[in-house]
């Protein structure tokens, strides 16, 4: 496996260098942003780890600027900024996952298998389930044509069952993809129902046919149900 580092960062990136090489990759090395897209340009990459903090061009201009030149290359973004926002202006522009910082190299490394051995499809501009439609680009829901006014936690779980639609998620996946990373809930915590909820009052109540539907003991799950 060949991998490209966008990493500014001298003692991380040959950390990742050294790790990855002892795993038997091939692997180079870009500084800045500039010089990562120059170098995905030169040579095929099975995978990119890209970080969002870099000189020149950050790692959203880099990841934009690689999908619009139509490279398909999976990238795992590395960040110190876990905001759901920028999570999702991630994802939205192309990434296949993100790796807050600091980061087991374990967890890299299983990340890097899972992205690359994800079929390569084009990317969905709109989510739709039945008369639900969500618009990544445009952070648009609309139901039955009516348009909805959602709030930015509301957007990003909703975006992340309609990733998942017919798929049962946990508790437990909801927190760690949906809320920032590090954030601390005790046992008895119940936000995700609480917001679970808060969807529920908008996308299902003022329309015929739920949507969002509780899977007693697992989790839940977004889709349509006779």
Do not use: C
């Not at 038997?24 to 099975?46: E, F, I, N, Q, T």
């Not at 061009?57 to 920028?86: I, Y």
């Not at 909801?174 to 008895?188: N, R």
């Amino acid at each position: 496996m060949k991998i490209l580092i966008i990493e500014d960062e001298i003692k991380l990136s040959n950390i990742l260098l050294q790790g990855l090489k002892e795993q038997g990759m091939a692997v180079d090395v870009a500084r800045d942003g500039a010089a990562g897209l120059a170098s995905a340009a030169a040579a095929p990459y099975d995978a990119i780890i890209l970080d969002v903090m870099l000189p020149k061009k950050n790692g959203f201009q880099v990841l934009q600027e690689l999908r619009e030149a139509g490279d398909k290359t999976p990238v795992l973004m590395l960040t110190t900024r876990s905001g759901v926002e920028d999570r999702v202006r991630g994802l939205d522009l192309g990434a296949d996952d993100y790796l807050p910082k600091p980061f087991a190299f374990q967890e890299l490394l299983a990340r890097l298998r899972a992205i690359t051995r994800r079929p390569q499809v084009e990317p969905q501009t709109t989510l739709k389930v039945a008369d639900l439609e969500l618009n990544p680009q445009k952070r648009e829901v609309r139901r039955a044509g009516q348009l909805l006014e959602l709030t930015a936690r509301e957007f990003a779980l909703l975006e992340f069952l309609l990733r998942h639609q017919d798929v049962v998620v946990t508790r437990a996946m909801i927190l760690d993809q949906v809320w920032d990373a590090g954030y601390e809930f005790d046992s008895g915590s119940n936000v995700v129902e609480v917001y679970i909820n808060y969807l529920r009052r908008k996308i299902d109540q003022p329309f015929s046919g739920k949507l969002i539907h509780t899977v007693r003991g697992a989790g839940y799950l977004l889709g349509e149900r006779p």
